[in-house]
């Protein structure tokens, strides 16, 4: 079993950049997708972005396209989310998850992801 802890959230101002971090346990984590979600007060849970278990695949929603990244390192067991020109709607907390699912597709669907992360707070100010 795989577990998940986000970092490198915080405040930051509208236009800026943040990068967020997943580092996972265990040792199945190259075998598993990896998904980055986020949900605001009042709001359901949305898929941000999603990486193949090698990193050679990426979807995006298309509220982030072109300003996120999703990135992974399989040596370290660590999969990133590059925000720039981050905007107040991007205000939420923050969850990576993992899903071993499917071998080619990258799912959206939150109930797909087996194993979630605690979440970090990313506040963006106007």
């Known amino acids: 079993q795989v577990q998940l802890v986000e970092s490198g959230g915080g405040l930051v101002q509208a236009g800026g950049s943040l990068r967020l971090a997943c580092g996972a346990s265990g040792r199945t984590f190259s075998s598993c997708a990896m998904g980055w979600f986020r949900q605001a007060p009042g709001k359901e849970r949305e898929f941000v972005a999603a990486?193949?278990?090698?990193?050679?695949?990426?979807s995006y929603a298309n509220s982030v396209k072109g300003r996120f990244t999703i990135s992974r390192d399989n040596t370290k067991n660590t999969v990133y989310l590059q925000m720039n020109s981050l905007k107040p709607e991007d205000t939420a907390v923050y969850y990576c998850a993992a899903e071993w699912h499917y071998t080619d597709y990258l799912t959206a669907t939150a109930a797909e992801y087996d194993v979630w992360g605690q979440g970090t707070q990313v506040t963006v100010s106007s």
């Open positions: 990486i193949s278990r090698t990193g050679g695949r990426t």
